[in-house]
């Protein structure tokens, strides 16, 4: 992918830091290239979103998730699993590795819940603006002309 230089950017905006910054780190891979465990991102509606995970072989207290400072962690490490003397596995296509996937939140997105269905996780986001922080109309009062004060006068000769 070729790089593109936001630097001028960086002159002429303000408070947009952290969104250059993002789009600047998009275009280098993620954690090397990680693509364990794939997932999707939805938008269930206009407010929230869904993130689904396949985490086959995991189970609720195998996996962690964290918020914090508009990142979402989550975290998987599978126990140990004892091994019958008897069986001797001979391909193991289920992957059962540790894994730590993050994802940027925008600003007012939280984590509502998450649950563990059929080797998928599911994780239920929302997006809760303020009130103060939504557009609002205003109103435009229609000025009068009767009501003119006039502050100096000179009398006409």
């Known amino acids: 992918m070729r790089h593109v230089d936001f630097s001028p950017l960086y002159r002429s ?3 947009f830091d952290r969104l250059l910054t993002m789009l600047d780190s998009m275009g280098q891979l993620d954690n090397g290239g990680q693509t364990y465990p794939p997932y999707n991102i939805e938008r ?13 072989g995991f189970s609720e207290d195998d996996i962690s998730l964290e918020a914090h400072r508009n990142v979402l962690t989550i975290k998987g490490e599978k126990a140990e699993e004892r091994q019958d003397e008897n069986t001797e596995i001979l391909y193991r296509g289920i992957a059962s590795r540790t894994f730590e996937r993050r994802f940027q939140l925008a600003d007012h997105v939280e984590v509502k819940g998450a649950t563990l269905k059929d ?3 599911h994780i239920d ?15 435009i009062a229609r000025a ?4 003119t004060k006039q502050i ?6």
């Open 13 to 15: 905006t303000v408070g």
């Open 44 to 56: 269930t509606d206009a407010d929230n979103y869904r993130i689904s995970m396949a985490v086959a």
């Open 119 to 121: 080797g998928l996780l």
């Open 125 to 139: 986001l929302v997006r809760n603006v303020p009130e103060e922080m939504k557009p609002r109309r205003i109103q």
């Open 144 to 147: 009068t002309t009767d009501n």
């Open 152 to 157: 100096e006068s000179k009398k006409a000769a």
